[in-house]
């Protein structure tokens, strides 16, 4: 069956270049026009979104308020119990609640890949969806002209995204702490007055990520930070002001409480507008210092009168309903602190080392075997010695390297708006213990050691391998290991994007998980079981950077697997688990609140079960495991590491991309444009999986996964059989292969190869076509690599026909029985089309002077590329449209040549440059519906 299904693919490889050519004749032919192309293209949007929101709606347990609610309700009771079944005492269950377990992260990553219209139509639609309403309804006076944006977003509009998931989000946590408390008044009647949880938290780094960025100075983090609190703030006086209660005692608590919050949002109000002055017109910061100064007393007394006024009314005689609904307000306020969420601060190993460098003299990288140690020496002895500095607004504008303007933000977060909750300082890259302890000193030298958590990111194939030999020897470093018991955890962040860029998606979810089984070994040596453990797992929505894509409760499993979760409740004190949803795709999942608790539901479940993996047979065959994952490693090394790959990534993919955030998806090392990749690294992970995406085959997701099940078929069927973790790491595979198809892409690398053109000339009979045909395959020689990127494809073919014959007689194969998307293929033809089209009517363009900066062949070669906007603007000003004007000049003789002035190229523009410009618009409006089938954008 599985075969038959594979065989089908190939039959329709062969359709792909022909319906394609046929298009790209028809519209030189003038028999199909482009506007009629693209009306059948806008005929496809509401279809094609409908289609991505409906999977995504699928993959929630339940979407119903009050199905969740109660859901909740039982994971609260099945807390209250003991192992025998019986109640357990108050101060267990109350130790469980009042313990971070659980967090969501929202991230401004470059996937705002929906329109202001889709984003408006996804709103409505989930939102009545979520309520059980007609979704059709909801969105009948909706217009999508495009499902993409044609512009990047700016930071403010990512700031306004990100605003609306994390206060969905909020206000889901809110509506977990209702039922927390009312399961408490049941359970624990005589005691539930002494609960306070902490069970949830959400945080936000959009804003605050510095990794890479130059466009986010400090005064601009500052507004951010303002923002933040007013909104928070808003959230708070908006509750408090709805509250009331029958006790005249009680009430003028609540007045107590409502009056606090307000004198708080008065003082950030003055701040935020100071500081706003400041950023419009650099001046008056010492004004807006001695601001924040003469405001700090006023802040700590709102803050006190609001913390003593919540304990004080909790503690009366209240009616129940009344006093949860006090207690929950409380417990957001005490657990969010002062803000809309938790703040992460996000900086890269780079700048520490550039910070730090000329302190030390740190003339080579830190991790060089001949002077790792001195550097790590030289560290230590400045955290002997390191004495706190105080500053100000004034040395923070001062400031030129970033991480030291990083902690200098956190200590004025720490001074001005909330010294109660912590900051997060994720670090990229943090692949040497010296950049941790880099930024150990930092913090110590700002006075935020207390304040900030530092926490190493591991992404790459060489931090997942040797992460926890770094953390090994920080946890040497006495400062260090005092640092992490003062804070009483320990942070780290696992990156499943740019791990599944490197050694692709199955191997590095295994690689993480292989780390963390290493960490919680290594916490049990150290005897740190007391110490928290923190995993925070970021990944994006699509398959190849780590989204799981059957339900959201299987995604949760995927990244922080059975046997991690097992392994980690026999550590004294219980982990906490946090996972990112990346803007603005990863915030359609809380588009409601409704939505918003459906995806919270679905995690704490998962969070609060229990797990036992002793049985998987994946563990008990550490040999053959350890075989199968050095395959998938190894086939994906020597794939990113091809020519051809690397050809296929390089050639069109990247102008297949359209807008989708404030951070450029490019790692630039100047030059042109399409200046040649080298390797894979120099471009990002986000447009390496959109351009697969966009080139119908998911290469970092299935591939080399045929080549490590072939090489022992036998024993991998046996120990698949009895694997819940390895059926689900194939899953992810499958799940990938059947989005995917080798034709597609073999279509697109065929269009770079001189000999599909000549063999063109076979099927056109007018000599000029023929003569562009041959001038086009003769600029193609040697261009693109055509040999390589062929030989790359026939290697993506043999894998993926050794992964479908290894599991002909599996379950999880049914994937690959399902019919393929007729809708998908024929959009990929489509484009594939329009790309013809765009080189035939490349060869139209007339010859011109060698006096410009360029020849005609280098645009042609920029063409080629499909980087079209540029090109045609260059064109437009080397051909003018309109003639040269006459000026009014009075010469006093009469002439009668008119030769000397442009007769203006009218013509190549309406049928060339117009017609150019128009195709590959209608290039990207196919990559919007493609990212809509894909189920992502990179």
């Not at 819940?724 to 269009?751: C, H, P, Q, W």
Request: hydrophobic share 40%; net charge negative.
């Amino acid at each position: 069956m599985v075969k038959q299904s594979f065989q089908h693919k190939g039959e329709t490889r062969r359709q792909h270049l022909s319906a394609a050519f046929n298009i790209a004749n028809q519209l030189v032919d003038n028999s199909l026009s482009l506007e009629a192309l693209g009306e059948n293209i806008q005929s496809r949007n509401k279809r094609c979104l409908e289609g991505r929101l409906d999977n995504l709606a699928a993959q929630w347990s339940s979407i119903s308020a009050d199905k969740n609610k109660k859901r909740i309700a039982v994971i609260l009771q099945k807390l209250a119990k003991s192992p025998d079944g019986s109640r357990l005492p108050f101060d267990q269950f109350k130790a469980k609640l009042e313990e971070d377990m659980a967090g969501f992260v929202v991230t401004a990553h470059p996937t705002f890949s929906f329109s202001g219209s889709a984003w408006k139509f996804a709103g409505k639609y989930l939102t009545a969806l979520s309520r059980g309403e007609d979704t059709a309804a909801a969105v009948a006076d909706i217009e999508l002209e495009t499902v993409h944006p044609t512009q990047s977003p700016t930071l403010y509009e990512e700031l306004e995204y990100a605003r609306v998931a994390v206060s969905n989000i909020r206000r889901s946590i809110r509506t977990v702490y209702k039922v927390v408390f009312e399961q408490a008044v049941e359970l624990y009647p005589d005691d539930y007055k002494a609960l306070r949880p902490r069970l949830a938290t959400v945080a936000s780094w959009v804003g605050f990520d510095l990794d890479g960025r130059t466009d986010i100075d400090w005064s601009l983090g500052v507004i951010f930070r303002y923002r933040s609190a007013l909104a928070g703030l808003d959230e708070c006086l908006t509750l408090s002001g709805a509250l009331h209660s029958e006790n005249p005692q009680g009430q003028k608590y609540l007045q107590d409480i409502l009056a606090g919050f307000t004198d708080l949002h008065d003082c950030f109000s003055l701040g935020e507008n100071k500081m706003q002055a400041h950023k419009d017109s650099p001046m008056g910061l010492g004004e807006l210092n001695q601001l924040v100064v003469e405001n700090l007393s006023r802040k700590q007394a709102a803050i006190k009168l609001i913390n003593e006024a919540f304990e004080k009314v909790l503690a009366l005689d209240l009616g129940k309903a009344e006093w949860c609904q006090i207690a929950t307000l409380y417990t957001e306020w005490a657990s969010v602190g002062l803000g809309l969420s938790h703040i992460h601060f996000r900086l890269n190993a780079a700048q520490l080392h550039n910070a730090i460098g000329p302190e030390i003299e740190l003339t080579k990288a830190p991790d060089q075997s001949a002077m790792r140690r001195h550097f790590l020496a030289a560290i230590t002895e400045k955290l002997d010695t390191v004495e706190t500095k105080s500053i100000n607004y004034g040395t923070l504008a001062l400031e030129q390297t970033t991480a030291r303007r990083v902690f200098m933000l956190a200590a004025q977060f720490m001074k001005h708006f909330d010294a109660a909750t912590r900051i997060r300082m994720l670090v990229a890259e943090s692949d040497t213990p010296f950049t941790l302890l880099t930024a150990l000193y930092y913090a110590k030298l700002f006075g935020v050691e207390n304040h900030v958590e530092i926490s190493p990111l591991f992404e790459t194939a060489i931090g997942l391998e040797r992460g926890d030999r770094v953390i090994a020897e920080l946890l040497d470093n006495p400062h260090f290991l005092a640092y992490i018991k003062s804070q009483g955890r320990f942070c780290l962040q696992l990156g499943f994007s740019d791990s599944g860029r490197y050694i692709g998606q199955p191997a590095a979810t295994l690689a993480i998980e292989r780390f963390k089984l290493r960490l919680v070994r290594l916490w049990k040596q150290r005897g740190l079981g007391d110490i928290q453990l923190l995993f925070f797992d970021t990944h994006g929505e699509s398959v190849g950077r780590g989204a799981y894509p059957e339900s959201l409760k299987k995604r949760f499993l995927y990244t922080h697997p059975p046997r991690v979760r097992e392994q980690l409740a026999t550590l004294a004190r219980p982990e906490k688990h946090e996972v990112s949803f990346q803007g603005a795709e990863g915030f359609l999942w809380f588009l409601s609140e409704e939505t918003a608790l459906a995806t919270l539901t679905d995690f704490l479940e998962v969070r609060f079960d229990s797990y036992d993996a002793s049985d998987d047979r994946l563990y008990e065959e550490k040999g053959w495991a350890l075989d199968f994952f050095l395959t998938l490693v190894e086939y994906q090394n020597h794939l990113t590491d091809n020519k051809g790959y690397i050809r296929l990534i390089d050639s069109i993919g990247r102008s297949l991309l359209f807008p989708t955030g404030s951070r450029s998806m490019r790692r630039q090392s100047g030059g042109a444009v399409h200046q040649r990749l080298e390797r894979i690294s120099q471009i990002r992970a986000i447009p390496h999986n959109a351009v697969l995406q966009q080139l119908g085959y998911l290469a970092n997701s299935c591939a080399g996964l045929g080549t490590a099940m072939s090489r022992s078929p036998d024993q991998f069927t046996a120990i698949h059989a009895k694997s819940l973790r390895l059926k689900m790491v194939t899953s992810l595979a499958l799940n990938a292969l059947a989005r995917s198809d080798v034709g597609i892409i073999e279509a697109y690398a065929k269009l770079l190869s001189p000999g599909y053109w000549l063999d063109r000339c076979d099927d056109t009979v007018p000599a000029d076509k023929r003569a562009n045909l041959r001038r086009l395959s003769s600029l193609l020689e040697g261009m693109f690599e055509s040999d390589s990127v062929d030989a790359c494809i026939r290697k993506l073919r043999r894998d993926a026909g050794m992964l479908t014959d290894c599991l002909a007689d599996e379950a999880e194969a049914e994937i690959l029985t399902t019919e393929p998307d007729a809708e998908l293929f024929e959009l990929h033809q489509i484009r594939i089309g329009l790309i013809e089209y765009i080189f035939l009517k490349a060869m139209e363009i007339p010859r011109f002077s060698t006096r410009f900066d360029f020849s005609l062949e280098e645009l042609l070669v920029e063409l080629l590329h499909l980087e079209v906007p540029d090109s045609i603007a260059q064109l437009r000003r080397i051909f003018p449209e309109a003639p040269t004007p006459r000026n009014d000049e009075v010469y006093g003789e009469e002439t009668t040549y008119e030769g000397g002035a442009s007769a203006g190229y009218e013509m190549a523009h309406r049928q060339i440059f117009d017609k150019i410009e128009k195709a590959y618009d209608l290039v990207l409006e196919l990559s919007g519906l493609i990212a809509l089938k894909a189920g992502a954008f990179g």
